[in-house]
């Protein structure tokens, strides 16, 4: 009865809220999940409301996908409520705007005579019928194979041509204030995610970026914020745009998308189309090249070159893009244009070519030429060195030229490994990149090498299939650690690093392989951005290990990716990921416990919506714990401290000094300092109003409540059966049915209040503070696995209400003799003698007390307190004492 009245009393909150879903979605259902800054004139910095993407609940939604609206417990998703992420256009700006609709009168009529309802549909259709508004088209699928082929890998050459009117020409030009920056950007393209890598003319990093249609509209915004450890070492801009809906995908493989980067001041906006080059798979070195005129009434000189090597037969390969080298008339003539290319030492001593080149067609915008020569191994030691030099010029005016010196390639690459032992119990993670010197970055951490060891090892970078050493990383390990900077890497160890072939090795004397661990190459952003990952142990297995890397973004949006070894996690047998945070590592400190994610394979990769200010500011003060737990036994497999936790102050809580936080803390029995929040018990942290069985005895039960732990022996119903058996595993014995059930059952379990009960099991239910309920039994039916509970059953009464005598178990008696049937009835019953009982009046005028539950009590007689439906109160006892009850908690219950 309870429960219907409860969903009937939900109906009218269900149609308000299918109103509000229909009507207003775009106000009070759905708000933007990304807040950008608006990079335009005054308002640069001000956080913008809308982006180019919808968030429904804590989902967000790419421009053309559908769904059906869910609104979560009781109700699910509503089918008959059908929802669209639509573009919407906002002065220049596109936006996402969610529109919901209710579908029900839109279902068609059936052809057939018994049309069928299937499982989350709403509208009844014919079987096999797939023509109906009930089924979503959803664009959020993985790309597809060719069309993530096609649009892999693209380049652009920004510059800041038509970005000024005749009016900003004059005034510059009065000034002799005019500069003109440029860049080179890398874009890869990958499951709906586009990576996006610049090298710039300018150390002032840029504090935007826009990706724009070829009409001018704004498809994405995103502010850059100060840059990285890696992007300060490499001296690149580096990020992604995630989630591109299918439109704008079909932009970028049609090469119908600019870029902008955009400064403080808005003359110094650059801008370039993306487009696909073949050697951007093989570029090994990139070339920015500038030109040296800054007059604002001529076209800009810019721009970039892709270096691909062969180390076999020592040659280069050179896909270089520039503008601004051909005067007006040569572009008007439309004849043949005459450059010419020279590759050169910094110092000019080495001369590795010197070619002259005609191009067809010379462009205002554009041009491209792709030049290859022979080269020696001391051309290619010039190389690694970045000491080379690519210059162009107009054969004709030689004054109209770029020119650019070589350095390591564009994209943002970080190489990661976890580092799993072999014949030791050492093992650990390794993340290596390159820096703008060339040089190797490398870290690594390895866990489980003993003092002795650590003495007798040798650590190393090696070629993963012939084990050849490349960097002797030894000298720099001390305390499981070994960071620093190695020299210069030649171009064939830089090829062999891009292509995966490198690993971090821990050999003993004599080449004996302790660990290993290859690296693999993964786009920089997010998640990979922050300054270290965490290693992910259990306990001294060194073939389990797991590496995660987690970090806030500027939206406030929680980042993480994990990379697993030793794991096998699957659809049967999936994994959880946890995220705890303690503000305080000592006992009786609180947790908070937060499940990320449940997932089936190796790697996962993906973030968090909505924490809040609070939520983050106690990642940015507390210890931040991962936890990998089974799915299914709850068992941790692997845990790690995340230590670092940048946070933006932006996304913090704002307190003025009459509004900060306050926490209480209490002291405790034994005078630790505990904050009023969360229990700690056997090792562990429990949340307040958790309950468990306790980790020493598993028939004990136990609850935390008010930061104090009570725990209770279970106790078991009794039974009306002969024949007993207690499986494995449980604490109470179940009627035996003579079937074959397997003792050693896992799966297939009755769940209660968080706790797990074999089919065919009986049980009291456990209801902190106060302990077991020993008047309602509840039972698992071991058909349909489903939980039913029922209250003791009492006589009733022969007596008056008023007059009933003290509770004996369950029920109450009259003040006469107990019959038999109340004794059959409530087992609770024990010890009473069949006879002539006190009247209460007797009692009290014998000094006894009189008490509202159980009583009245007899003179010196002592009992427990009992609650309704709660149970007897085993660690409070009362004590009648010439008409006066005083109850005392007892200090020695069981902990």
Not at 797 to 818: I, M, N, Q, S
């Amino acid at each position: 009865m309870l429960l219907r009245q409860g969903v009937l009393g939900c109906v009218p909150l269900l149609r308000i809220l299918i109103i509000l879903f229909v009507t207003i979605p775009d106000r009070n259902i759905v708000s933007s999940a990304r807040r950008h800054l608006p990079l335009h004139g005054d308002d640069i910095f001000r956080k913008s409301q809308h982006a180019a993407e919808c968030q429904f609940g804590k989902q967000l939604r790419e421009l053309g996908s559908s769904w059906f609206a869910d609104l979560g417990p009781p109700f699910g998703v509503m089918y008959c409520i059908k929802c669209e992420c639509l573009p919407y256009q906002k002065k220049r700006r596109v936006v996402g705007k969610v529109h919901c609709r209710n579908i029900k009168n839109e279902c068609p009529k059936p052809s057939c005579e018994e049309p069928v309802l299937a499982p989350g549909r709403c509208c009844k259709v014919c079987p096999g019928d797939l023509d109906s508004p009930d089924i979503v088209d959803d664009p959020t699928t993985v790309v597809s194979g060719d069309d993530e082929k096609n649009t892999k890998h693209f380049a652009a050459l920004l510059t800041n041509r038509n970005q000024l009117d005749s009016a900003d020409i004059m005034m510059y030009s009065a000034s002799g204030s005019f500069k003109q920056y440029s860049a080179t950007g890398r874009f890869s393209f990958h499951k709906r995610n586009l990576y996006y890598s610049f090298y710039t003319s300018t150390s002032l990093r840029p504090r935007g970026l826009q990706f724009v249609d070829l009409k001018g509209n704004i498809l994405e915004e995103q502010v850059l914020p100060a840059g990285s450890v890696y992007q300060n070492k490499t001296g690149k801009i580096c990020g992604v745009w995630r989630r591109i809906p299918r439109e704008y995908r079909r932009l970028i493989r049609d090469e119908k998308l600019l870029v902008n980067l955009l400064w403080d001041k808005a003359e110094l906006t650059i801008t370039g189309q993306l487009y696909r080059y073949r050697a951007l798979t093989t570029e090994l070195y990139s070339i920015l090249l500038e030109g040296t005129n800054e007059d604002p009434t001529t076209l800009q000189q810019a721009g970039t070159a892709l270096v691909s090597v062969s180390t076999t037969a020592p040659s280069l390969h050179l896909t270089v893009i520039f503008t601004g080298i051909f005067t007006n008339d040569e572009i008007q003539s439309g004849k043949e244009g005459t450059i010419s290319v020279k590759l050169t030492s910094l110092d000019g001593k080495t001369v590795v070519f010197d070619e002259t080149m005609k191009v067809e067609k010379p462009s205002s915008d554009l041009n491209t030429v792709e030049v290859r020569s022979a080269v020696s191994h001391q051309d290619l030691h010039l190389l690694s060195n970045l000491q080379l030099q690519l210059a162009i010029s107009n054969h004709r005016q030689p004054a109209l030229a770029v020119s650019g010196v070589a350095r390591p390639r564009t994209t943002c690459d970080v190489y990661v490994g976890t580092v799993v032992g072999e014949r030791s119990e050492a093992a650990g993670l390794a993340w290596v990149y390159v820096n703008r010197q060339a040089a190797l970055d490398y870290h690594v951490q390895l866990d489980g090498l003993g003092q002795q060891l650590s003495k007798e090892v040798q650590l190393s970078l090696v070629v993963d299939r012939r084990s050849t050493e490349i960097v002797n990383l030894t000298p720099s390990l001390q305390r499981g650690w070994a960071n620093g900077t190695s020299a210069v890497l030649q171009v064939r160890n830089l090829d062999q690093l891009y292509g995966g072939e490198l690993a971090i090795s821990l050999n003993l004397a004599g080449n004996s392989i302790l660990a290993r661990g290859r690296l693999a190459g993964r786009p920089l952003a997010d998640a990979r951005d922050a300054p270290a990952p965490s290693l992910m142990r259990s306990g001294n297995r060194s073939d389990v290990v797991g590496m995660i890397w987690a970090a806030v973004d500027v939206e406030c949006n929680l980042h993480y990716e994990l990379t697993l070894s030793g794991l096998t996690p699957s659809p049967e047998h999936p994994l959880q990921l946890y995220l705890e945070e303690i503000p305080f590592i000592a006992p009786g400190a609180p947790v908070s416990r937060r499940m990320l994610e449940e997932f089936t394979s190796t790697s996962l990769e993906d973030f968090i919506l909505g924490l809040t200010p609070q939520e983050l500011m106690k990642l940015d003060s507390g210890v931040v714990y991962f936890d990998i737990k089974d799915a299914k036994t709850q068992e941790s497999l692997l845990r790690a401290q995340w230590k670092e936790v940048p946070i933006p102050t932006s996304c913090l809580p704002l307190y003025s000094e009459n509004q900060l936080p306050t926490l209480t803390y209490h002291n405790d029995e034994a005078g630790v300092i505990q904050r009023d929040q969360g229990c700690f018990h056997s090792d562990r942290f429990h949340e307040e109003g958790a309950q468990w069985a306790s980790h020493v005895d598993k028939c004990v039960m136990c609850s935390c409540h008010g930061s104090r732990v009570t725990c209770h022996a279970i106790q078991c119903p009794t039974l009306t059966c002969h024949n007993t058996v207690t499986r494995q595993g449980a604490c109470c014995p179940v009627c035996d049915q003579h079937n074959p059930v397997d003792t050693n059952l896992t799966a297939g379990l009755c769940q209660l209040a968080g706790q797990s009960y074999q089919p065919g099991a009986s049980w009291h239910p456990y209801i902190p503070p106060n302990g077991f309920d020993t008047c309602t039994t509840c039972s698992c039916n071991a058909t349909s696995l489903r939980v039913k509970c029922s209250r003791t059953q009492c006589p009733a009464l022969a007596c008056e209400e008023r007059t009933a005598l003290r509770t004996a178990g369950c029920c109450k008696l009259c003040p006469v003799v107990a019959n038999e049937a109340t004794l059959t009835a409530d087992p609770g019953w024990m010890g009473e003698q069949a006879g002539a009982a006190k009247t209460k009046s007797d009692i009290l005028e014998a000094g006894g007390c009189n008490y509202p539950i159980g009583g009245p009590f007899e003179n010196g007689e002592e009992w427990h307190p009992r609650v309704y439906s709660h149970g007897e109160v085993k660690w409070v006892k009362c004590h009648c004492k010439d008409g006066k009850v005083r109850c005392e908690r007892s200090r020695s219950k069981h902990m």
